[in-house]
């Protein structure tokens, strides 16, 4: 009898005790407050959704991605080092699985980049390429901070693997990619090793203008005048439609030679082959307007306009055909209306992206940061 009670009394003492541990068992943190910043982020209600992030994590510590995306948060409103405690203090954690750590990872590079650290972001985004070796969207990421950085042999290295893998032909960017690392070499003094990069540049990307300009310009600094025109005379007759950025620096370089008349041959080839550019127009009326051929230079600024009606330069010569030619009034109203043009048009490159403006040539665009396979001339 007396077993029976004692057993009874253990079977009651265990209950209670299993009682008491179930009553004070944490509920499930809600999952309410997280989806709910997942959709006010979608909505574009980042202040909202900031302060649900902060009540989950507050309520759900294990909630990494909730931490993942707080932090993000703190970078986009200017707070990166802020960001950069979230995410490290993250890493600590020994419970987190592989894709976890990776995604914690990929943010805290992204972090340090926009802290200004770049040589961290770069050797994280390394270690992290290193652990996932498949990984595209890192290596991305890898190859703009070593744009960043413009470690342009590594940036080449990296772009010519992800072009592999997405199966994808960007050959005007490599060799803009070897153009500015010949630049960096010559800017050193160092002028062979660069032209090396401006030839690899062309093998790459046949119409990679500044691949060409620079191979010449280099030329030009070494004295070697007939291979810097030989150069770009071949540019200017292969690419007609780029002919405009070189015919001054082929002025240049015949000028150097002592052969003052070959330029008007190159502009005349110019024409025939590709009769709507304007520049070798502008140029020839140039060279005959210095030899005292004003009859010569008025026909040809009829043709010009005749060809590129829009282009400023083209109104410009006509002008002075009508003045010429006795038409005065209607020589004041094409003036009036080119004053008016060129108010509004005050570029001469465009960024065929983003709509940038520069007076000068540029081949990656200093605002949207793209690379742009050839500029866009004002009209």
Not at 91 to 106: G, I, P, V
Not at 120 to 133: C, I, S, T, Y
Not at 343 to 364: I, L, P, Q
Request: net charge positive.
């Amino acid at each position: 009898m007396m077993h029976y009670l004692i057993t009874g009394l253990i079977i009651a003492v265990f209950a209670v005790f299993l009682y008491w541990v179930m009553k004070r068992r944490k509920k499930p943190a809600s999952k309410a407050p997280y989806l709910d910043a997942l959709h006010l982020l979608l909505d574009g209600r980042r202040e909202e959704a900031f302060e649900k992030l902060k009540r989950t994590v507050r309520d759900d510590t294990d909630n990494i991605m909730a931490y993942i995306k707080l932090g993000d948060i703190f970078r986009e409103k200017g707070y990166p080092i802020r960001a950069t405690k979230i995410h490290r203090n993250l890493l600590l954690r020994t419970t987190l699985t592989e894709k976890q750590t990776e995604d914690t990872l990929h943010h805290l590079i992204l972090d340090y980049r926009a802290s200004g650290m770049t040589d961290k972001a770069v050797e994280m985004a390394e270690r992290l390429a290193q652990r996932d070796k498949k990984g595209i969207e890192v290596r991305k990421l890898l190859l703009e901070l070593y744009e960043d950085k413009e470690d342009w042999d590594k940036a080449f290295f990296i772009r010519q693997g992800i072009n592999k893998w997405i199966k994808k032909s960007d050959q005007h960017i490599l060799a803009l990619y070897k153009v500015n690392a010949g630049l960096e070499l010559t800017q050193n003094g160092v002028e062979h090793q660069g032209r090396i990069r401006f030839r690899e540049a062309i093998k790459l990307d046949r119409q990679c203008v500044p691949g060409y300009l620079c191979l010449g310009d280099s030329y030009m600094r070494d004295k070697r005048y007939e291979d810097a025109l030989k150069v770009w005379k071949d540019f200017a007759l292969k690419m007609p439609d780029q002919a405009h950025v070189i015919l001054d620096r082929l002025n240049d370089v015949l000028y150097n030679l002592g052969r003052y008349g070959e330029l008007e041959t190159i502009c005349e080839e110019i024409i025939k082959t590709k009769p709507s550019h304007p520049g070798a127009y502008f140029k020839l009326m140039e060279l005959y307007e210095k030899q005292g051929k004003m009859g010569e230079a008025l026909e040809l600024g009829r043709q010009a306009y005749e060809a590129n009606p829009d282009k400023p330069a083209a109104r410009r010569a006509l002008v002075r055909f009508l003045i010429q030619t006795g038409k005065k009034d209607k020589a004041l109203e094409t003036a009036l209306a080119i004053l008016g043009r060129d108010a509004e048009t005050s570029f001469d490159f465009r960024c065929v992206h983003c709509g940038h403006e520069s007076k000068d040539m540029f081949w990656r665009c200093p605002r949207c940061r793209q690379w742009i396979p050839a500029v866009e001339e004002k009209p």
